[in-house]
């Protein structure tokens, strides 16, 4: 069955710093992976995907995303956090072995940072 | 262009009150999907419309919850009876055809059962 860990609630970061959101997935045969936001009050929003190609992914609000299939991970990453990044970040797989696109999602990690 | 709408965007019953939840796609987008939040949690798919045909409702509790797609535009989700645990976050999103296109996603409606 496919499955999506992101193993921190929360992750707190300074302004100006790196950020990293940890995710690892399960499934059968190559994945389809994504990251969403969800702002207060908001739905969620799309930052990327991975689909195949080159395991480095470029996303909204300069976003990227590594897919690195040896470790099953797909890390969401920033070179500098800005506060308003601050939000409640979700990743989901799609399998292969899905043909009616569903997307199974993580727990997810909320970030904040501190100015 | 404008976004997926849903309405009423806040709604409190009580356990054993019906409710309706109300979503309008974007336009020109074939698959409408539903899901549940949970506080705490990430969405669960309930049900996925392609056009106005179910593709997946395997997760849809079809003894209480019931969803339909008139005219493969707008979709509405009904609980009846609703109970405690139903208290969530209901969303909806959709996405043009094809099973990997992005999801856009609607404000929600919160559900408080009291």
């Known amino acids: 069955a496919q499955s999506v860990a992101q193993p921190e609630d929360q992750v707190n970061v300074a302004e100006g710093n790196p950020l990293t959101v940890k995710c690892t997935y399960s499934?059968?045969?190559?994945?389809?992976l994504f990251w969403y936001v969800q702002y207060p009050n908001r739905g969620l929003q799309f930052l990327l995907k991975y689909i195949t190609g080159d395991n480095l992914v470029k996303g909204s609000y300069g976003f990227e995303a590594e897919f690195n299939k040896s470790q099953t991970s797909f890390h969401l990453k920033k070179p500098s956090a800005l506060v308003s990044d601050s939000a409640l970040y979700f990743c989901?797989?799609?399998?292969?072995?899905?043909?009616?696109?569903?997307?199974?999602f993580g727990q997810g990690t909320t970030l904040q940072v501190k100015p | 262009e404008a976004g997926v709408a849903q309405s009423p965007r806040y709604k409190i019953i009580e356990k054993r009150q019906s409710v309706a939840f109300w979503c309008n796609p974007i336009s020109g987008h074939a698959t409408l999907y539903w899901y549940q939040q949970i506080l705490g949690q990430g969405p669960k798919l309930l049900i996925q419309?392609?056009?106005?045909?179910?593709?997946?409702d395997s997760q849809l509790p079809k003894d209480r919850f019931s969803a339909e797609r008139l005219k493969g535009v707008d979709s509405t989700l009904k609980i009846q009876p609703a109970k405690l645990e139903d208290s969530a976050v209901y969303l909806c999103a959709s996405s043009s055809a094809g099973p990997y296109n992005e999801q856009f996603f609607g404000p929600g409606t919160r559900l408080t059962v009291l």
């Open positions: 989901a797989v799609i399998g292969l072995s899905s043909n009616t696109g569903k997307l199974i």
């Open positions: 419309f392609q056009n106005n045909g179910v593709v997946d």
């Open positions: 499934v059968s045969g190559n994945p389809y």
